[in-house]
């Protein structure tokens, strides 16, 4: 004799409530799938998480110009800036889930904010849908040149000799500036004391005016400067040498073995945001990264374009939080 049994088993051997849950799951397999094949029926938001007209600023504005013409609707660029980014990226982090708001993510929101600041709001890891990489950009190792070096070497020799009197400007307290020339310092074996400014220009500014004596600069404001010798350029801060400056070194082979200080751009959405309408926006940024205009426009101001797919953009962002963190913690930087 078979017992009866206890929980009620539906055919198929499942129970009414395990049946549920599949109906309801493939319901709302079905509406995503809807939703993405709409998808986009609007206008669509990208908020960058800084002020118009820097780095960021451009790497938004090239990719989605892009991937308007393909998605058939436009992205709208929103510039939000604050607290290096991490109120806008917040916000991202908390909006709806339905690809219609975009963030700009970056080496200072996604890798260094998180540990900068006591309680940022969000995690990189867990609270955004990453839709992919659009480039990355090294700096440039800039001094003023009264200051008597003439190679990374030399800069390290003279720091050496004279311990903390060097300075060295920033475009602001735990920015990638600020902490890739961390990373050079603690690599070197050096002290350098820290200003901290308000953006990169009054920066370079003060650079060329001789108020600091060095400044790891963007690459396109520094091409002009160095070509008329009001800053002089010792090396780059990537893994390769730059189009833009083709006869300087890296800071790897020119002394330092292994170092490497590149801000990383990409996109990403809200977690929980349908992976079709992910994989509809990767494909719209992978042909736009692939583009050859693009390329030549990115190359124009030193960017290495990278195509890639939201599992290796999810990849890059906890490589570089992973690396950036350490630094920020090495640094002993706060947010101010």
């Known amino acids: 004799m078979v017992d009866a049994d206890p929980v009620g088993r539906a055919e198929g051997g499942m129970t009414p409530a395990m049946k549920l849950a599949l109906t309801a799951l493939f319901a709302t397999t079905l509406t995503a799938s809807a939703a993405a094949q709409d998808y986009p029926s609007r206008p669509i938001t990208l908020i960058v998480p800084y002020a118009a007209g820097g780095g ?67 995690d990189p890891r867990k609270d955004f849908a990453p839709i992919g990489l659009i480039a990355t950009s090294a700096l440039v190792v800039c001094v003023h040149p009264s200051l008597p070096v003439r190679s990374v070497s030399d800069l390290i020799a003279l720091a050496k000799r004279e311990p903390g009197k060097l300075n060295y400007a920033s475009a602001g307290t735990g920015s990638g500036i600020h902490l890739g020339t961390e990373y050079f310092a603690t690599m070197a074996g050096i002290k350098l004391t820290h200003i901290p400014y308000k953006g990169s220009s ?90 050859d205009d693009l390329k030549a426009r990115l ?11 939201p599992e290796e953009y999810a990849a890059d962002i906890d490589r570089e939080e992973s690396k950036w963190s350490a630094i920020v913690r090495a640094a002993g930087a706060k947010a101010e």
């Not at 975009?102 to 929101?109: H, K, R």
């Open 56 to 122: 960021n600023d451009l790497m938004a504005r090239t990719a989605a110009e892009k991937m308007s013409r393909t998605l058939g609707q436009q992205i709208v660029i929103e510039n939000r800036g604050g607290a290096g980014g991490s109120i806008a990226t917040r916000q991202v982090a908390k909006a709806a889930p339905d690809g219609y708001t975009l963030g700009l993510g970056g080496t200072g929101t996604l890798a260094i904010d998180p540990t900068l600041y006591a309680n940022v709001g969000y």
């Open 202 to 291: 009054p920066a370079l500014a003060d650079l060329v005016g001789g108020h600091v004596a060095i400044y790891f600069s963007s690459l396109p404001p520094a091409v002009g400067l160095v070509k008329e010798g009001k800053v002089r350029a010792l090396a780059v801060t990537g893994a390769r040498r730059s189009s833009l400056f083709p006869d300087l070194p890296t800071v790897a082979e020119a002394a330092l073995p292994g170092y490497e200080a590149v801000l990383h751009y990409g996109i990403v959405a809200p977690a929980g945001t349908p992976r079709p309408i992910v994989e509809k926006l990767s494909a719209a940024l992978r042909a736009a990264v692939a583009s």
């Open 299 to 309: 190359a124009e101001d030193g960017a290495e374009p990278l195509v890639s797919t």
